[in-house]
Structures are given as structure tokens and as C-alpha cells.
Nanobody
Framework: QVQLVESGGGLVQPGGSRRLSCAAS????????MGWYRQAPAKERELVAR???????NYADSVKGRFTISRDNAKNTVYLQMNSLKPEDTAVYYC???????????????WGQGTLVTVSS
């Protein structure tokens, strides 16, 4: 079974930095794209950043210039470097992956369990 495991959440002061990591494990043939979404209280889940297998990236306007997404294909891991954090960045951050499984060669989309990032003084 394929799964995503996130880490790196926590409390950070405004203006601070944090790096999130998400590792995919299990039987994986290839990963097409990985991304980060977030959901703040009483709001819908939104895309934060996404990176394809060719390292093409896109970002939400609200994080451009502050967040950087990257991936290590050898480790099936995606990172989100968050700088100049603001209170409005407070949310549960979810990792997402679109991949082809190794055993059945099926296209699937999977989600991590989420990691909470709180930006507060």
C-alpha cells in the first residue's frame, strides 16, 4: 500500500521559516506530481504549491516569493520551504501525490494525514 508521511509542522513566529517534508513509500512505479495543499479553520482546502516529475512548479499567489517547493526523486520526497511566514499561513498542510503504483500500474491520487503549521507570536 502506498502512503505519504509528512513531517515538519509546528509553531513558528511571524517572519520565521519552516520546512515541511513528505515521503512516499510503498510499491511505486513513478510519481507524476507532488504538491502541498492547506486548509485553515472554516476555509476550504487550497493548493499551495505543486511540482511535476519534470520539476515544473506552480504556486498560489499568496505564497509566491516566500515558499519554495522541491523534490528528491531518488527518495520519493517533496519539500516545502516556507519563509517570511504570516499568521494567515496558519493551517493544516496536506501532502498530495499523483502516481502510478508498482504492482498494478494504476494511476492513483493519495493524501497525507496533514501536519499543522501555526504562525503566532
Amino acid at each position: 500500500q502506498v502512503q505519504l508521511v509528512e513531517s515538519g509542522g509546528g509553531l513558528v513566529q511571524p517572519g520565521g521559516s519552516r520546512r515541511l517534508s513528505c515521503a512516499a513509500s510503498g510499491s511505486i512505479f513513478s510519481i507524476n506530481a507532488m504538491g502541498w495543499y492547506r486548509q485553515a479553520p472554516a476555509k476550504e482546502r487550497e493548493l499551495v504549491a505543486r511540482i511535476t516529475d519534470t520539476s515544473s512548479t506552480n504556486y498560489a499567489d499568496s505564497v509566491k516569493g516566500r515558499f519554495t517547493i522541491s523534490r528528491d526523486n531518488a527518495k520519493n520526497t517533496v519539500y516545502l520551504q516556507m519563509n517570511s511566514l504570516k499568521p494567515e499561513d496558519t493551517a493544516v498542510y496536506y501532502c498530495n501525490a499523483r502516481l502510478i503504483t508498482g504492482t498494478t500500474l494504476r494511476n492513483v491520487e493519495i493524501w497525507g494525514q496533514g501536519t499543522l503549521v501555526t504562525v503566532s507570536s
